[in-house]
């Protein structure tokens, strides 16, 4: 009973172009057992899961389900073998309720509304979800419309889950509440994966823990046996210093004060009130929150990208001494002050750089202006694009090769690099590291904290909270587009700030 | 075992799949298209013995003769395809940034309308040269008001430029319709050439070629569209805002100003076309002057991947085909209607729009491995 292979994976393989995203996969998975699929980002575990669920088909090997071997060639495929996926990004349409959302697209029977509700209540009850069947989806949270993508795939008789990193997006009291109903799942003898990077999590929740390299796979542990350098060094393939060194702000003064700042979005939702804080020289500021809570607003704003309601952005120049209001400037407005502010998007290709481009002309969005009229010079931007591939070890064909063309961290860090090299006085980064492998991630923290001993006041949005207690000095909470609180890098606690994150959201939801 | 067999029945698995490619070498991708026209060369056999009778080798050396025979078609053939290029090279600034103007035959007529108009009011007053440079200025002005209207509400309200840029093209039709009939009162809608007396405000033959200029103009054009677009400022910030406006946004490009300003740009040198087409060519005006080389001239773009040098060749091509094409029915010795022509240019276009997905993409075949390598 206990050790019955439900899916087993022989020999996959996938390629896209001359990528190869899979290469001789084997994977076993048990009933009744939770697998974490570990991996860093672009190691292909999100393409193996989707050739199970049918979103993409093996170039070549072989699917094994409770011993036959199928060919999966659609998700309806994948429904039929009793496999249920849960993306990343939920597919749910927005004016339907959980229920009517849970039951489309099944056919072959007539629906009753009220049986369906029963029926979703009962899952629920089973496993422990909280779900108002009722409820549409528009009005839920992130973690609300989770749960009804997780119920969709119960409901369909989902035995194999698989959930795609379901912890990104959720504050860590709603990540806990997650793992207790994945162990109920289990214990009912179904099979789950989850796919996540995030090493504590693999060593809390899951039973066994496999892992993949560069597409292929390198082997699986007991998680009982495992710790995290025994699981980093699997992924990365060597040994990994997990410790972020931060320093002492050195002569920290105010570099930049925001206060009362105050935006609405297009669509008449307010992202900003009454946002205030002050950023410093020598000293990173951590910004945490769920993500859309008004991080990305709140960095446009700063750097002349969002228009305000009300509010002001006062800059203190170090070398003048004077005081400049950015707020309702331009970016070129705000450079022509002298203002020397470097911002690293979220949106690498969409706003950061031109995917198109070659890493000499992405060099050239900044500089581009300078120089002879009328007609451009590249070779200062081609020495500043080979010296950002020699001192950052950008790994490209050349400085000619369009940057989509490159991997997420090398992108990553030709952006950084631009940014640094412009030699800010203010440095804000949103997500730097999402998507980034563990080396990558640690090269751009280095270079944040040495913006920060340089005297650089440098502003950091982060997601990963662990990362955020290790490399912040202090750590700005904003849940709703409200400041929560702030809180002490070297003395915050996970859980603190995880509340902070919830704060506004629960009192809206008290009041209502 | 039994519903093992029964699922492998239901489902198999596809013969072949197909992924994109990485890059390819120009010299492969050239190669591919060279074997896209020999392809459609054969094809078109086909269709010439099935519909004629005739032998292919002879149409095909006919449309030859027809377009290179003599001194005089060969010329024919230099002015349609710079036309043609001409307007190719207008269309791309905007359709580098991303904005779609498929309005260049309503601009290109405007131009016309603005030459014609200046010659006919204006007459002989003015020497010819001043007349031809007042018509010149005359048609840049009209061909960049037809095109910046749509520009101008495609920045402030962001109204969608395909359909404003094509309705403005029935407009400068009726606008060139309005005007014939109010000069020619027979209402026979055919206006005759103006100042064919005096000559004045007509390009001046170049040695003893009346194309020469129009050829020449067309060239420069092309080198400067070349150098604009990659060696200046305007035409990076051309690539960034077409590329990506949030990067353009980010990096304090003013996008509006952009979109306008490269929108004038591109309509202007539409108006030079029509200032060539009456000025070089024509002396008068008709409804179809532009003869949907607008259109066309899209086409010559985008298969050119938006490179000025690239697009002498696909402009030549596709000149070469309806030049030779219309040969043929001219041939009194072929006795052929002008479909053959129309017929031998679709196939040939045809594949060579076909040819791209096979340099972008590569198709697999499953369980033949050991191919895939070869690829």
């Known amino acids: 009973m206990s050790k019955d292979v439900s899916l087993e994976l022989k020999n ?44 993409y088909h093996p170039d070549s090997g072989e699917i094994i389900i409770n011993g036959e071997n199928a060919v999966i060639n659609s998700p309806r495929d994948a429904f039929d073998y009793n496999i249920g996926m849960i993306h990343q990004h939920f597919k749910l349409v927005n004016v339907f309720t959980s229920t009517e959302n849970i039951i489309l697209g099944i056919d072959g029977k007539k629906f009753n509304l009220e049986t369906a509700e029963k029926e979703v209540k009962a899952i629920a009850d089973k496993y422990g ?11 839920m949270s992130v973690s609300e419309k989770q749960t009804v993508e997780i119920i969709k795939v119960l409901y369909r008789g989902a035995d194999i889950l698989i959930l795609d990193e379901p912890t990104a997006v959720l504050t860590p009291q709603e990540a806990q509440k997650l793992f207790a109903i994945l162990r109920r799942m289990r214990d009912d003898n179904k099979s789950i994966i989850i796919i996540t990077h995030k090493l504590h999590e693999v060593l809390e929740i899951s039973d066994r823990v496999s892992v993949l390299r560069k597409g292929e796979y390198v082997g699986t542990v007991e998680t009982k046996d495992a710790d995290e350098s025994i699981l980093t060094e699997m992924m990365v393939g060597k040994k990994v210093d997990l410790n972020i060194h931060r320093s002492e702000p050195v002569n920290a003064a105010v570099r930049l004060e925001v206060s009362g700042l105050n935006c609405t979005r297009r669509d008449g939702v307010k992202a900003l009130s009454d946002v205030s804080f002050v950023a410093r020289s020598g000293e990173i500021l951590g910004i945490a929150g769920i993500s859309g809570s008004g991080q990305r607003e709140l960095l446009e ?13 006062i800059y203190h120049d170090p070398k003048t001494g004077k005081d400049e209001n950015l707020r309702d400037k331009t970016p070129v407005q705000i450079r022509e002050l002298g203002v020397r502010l470097s911002f690293v998007p979220e949106d690498r290709l969409g706003m950061g750089l031109v995917g198109n481009m070659d890493i000499t ?56 690099g631009r940014e640094i090299a412009a030699a800010p006085t203010v440095l804000m980064a949103a997500y730097p590291v999402r998507g980034l492998d563990i080396n990558s991630s640690y090269l751009i923290y280095d270079l944040l904290n040495k913006q920060k001993e340089n005297g650089v006041a440098v502003i950091f949005v982060g997601e990963d909270l662990d990362v955020l207690i290790e490399l912040c000095d202090r750590i700005l909470v904003i849940g709703g587009g409200r400041v929560t609180g702030v809180v002490d890098g070297r003395e915050a606690k996970k859980e603190e700030i995880g509340l902070l994150m919830t704060k506004t959201v629960k009192e809206e939801s008290a009041n209502e | 075992m039994n519903k093992t067999a029964a699922q492998a029945e239901k489902k198999h698995e596809s013969l072949f799949y197909v992924t994109k490619r990485d890059t390819m070498p120009f010299w492969k991708s050239s190669l591919i298209r060279v074997i896209a026209v020999i392809a459609a060369l054969i094809i078109s056999s086909v269709f010439i013995v099935a519909l004629t009778g005739k032998s292919p080798l002879k149409i095909y050396s006919a449309m030859i003769e027809g377009s290179f025979g003599t001194v005089r078609t060969f010329w024919d053939l230099l002015q349609n395809m710079a036309m043609l290029l001409g307007i190719a090279v207008a269309v791309t600034p905007a359709f580098r940034m991303k904005f779609w103007n498929i309005g260049a035959e309503g601009q290109v007529l405007m131009g016309c309308l603005a030459s014609v108009i200046c010659m006919y009011y204006i007459g002989s007053a003015l020497p010819s040269w001043l007349l031809i440079i007042v018509m010149a200025v005359a048609s840049m002005a009209a061909g960049a008001i037809w095109a910046g209207i749509p520009g101008f509400f495609k920045a402030k309200w962001n109204t969608n430029e395909t359909l404003f840029t094509l309705m403005m ?26 100042n064919t007396d005096t000559e004045c405000g007509w390009l001046p033959k170049v040695f003893g070629q009346q194309y020469f200029l129009n050829v020449a103009i067309v060239a420069i054009l092309t080198v400067g569209m070349f150098i604009y677009l ?19 946004k980010y990096i304090g490009i003013n996008v509006k100003k952009v979109i306008i300003r490269t929108v004038l740009l591109s309509g202007a040198l539409c108006g030079v076309i029509g200032f060539l087409l009456v000025s070089g060519k024509n002396h008068m005006i008709n409804t179809s002057m532009a003869g949907g080389n607008g259109f066309t001239a899209i086409m010559v773009s985008w298969l050119a991947k938006f490179n000025p040098f690239y697009m002498i060749l696909t402009a030549f091509l596709v000149s070469f085909l309806k030049i030779g094409g219309s040969a043929l029915a001219r041939d009194p010795l072929l006795k052929l209607s002008t479909s053959l022509g129309d017929i031998i240019s679709a196939i040939v276009i045809l594949f060579i729009i076909g040819s791209e997905f096979f340099i972008r993409y590569r198709i697999n075949y499953r369980g033949r491995k050991a191919e895939h390598k070869n690829v």
């Open chain 1, 361 to 416: 002309d992405n060099m050239m969005l900044r500089s581009y202006r300078s120089g002879r009229p009328v007609f451009l010079d590249r070779h200062p931007p081609k020495e500043l694009a080979q010296r950002i591939i020699e001192d950052l070890e950008v790994v490209t064909p050349s400085a000619e090769t369009p940057v989509r063309r490159l991997s997420g961290g090398n992108v990553q860090k030709v952006l950084v």
């Open chain 1, 12 to 55: 996959i393989s996938k390629s896209f172009g001359r990528v190869a995203a899979n290469k001789d996969v084997c994977l076993t998975v048990y009933r009744g057992e939770i697998l974490a699929l570990l991996g860093e980002n672009g190691s292909g575990k999100t393409t193996l899961m989707n050739m199970i669920s049918g979103i």
């Open chain 1, 301 to 313: 704003a700063i750097a002349g990208l969002q228009k305000l309601d009300s509010g002001s952005i």
């Open chain 2, 230 to 248: 990659r060696y200046t400022k305007h035409g990076y910030e051309i690539s960034v805002v077409g590329e990506s406006e949030n990067t353009a």
């Open chain 2, 169 to 194: 093209n029935y407009v400068a039709i009726q606008l060139v319709s309005f005007f014939i009939a109010v000069w020619v009162p027979s209402g026979s809608g055919i206006l005759y050439p103006v």
């Open chain 1, 129 to 139: 979800f909280e779900i108002d069947p009722k409820k549409k989806v528009y009005e």
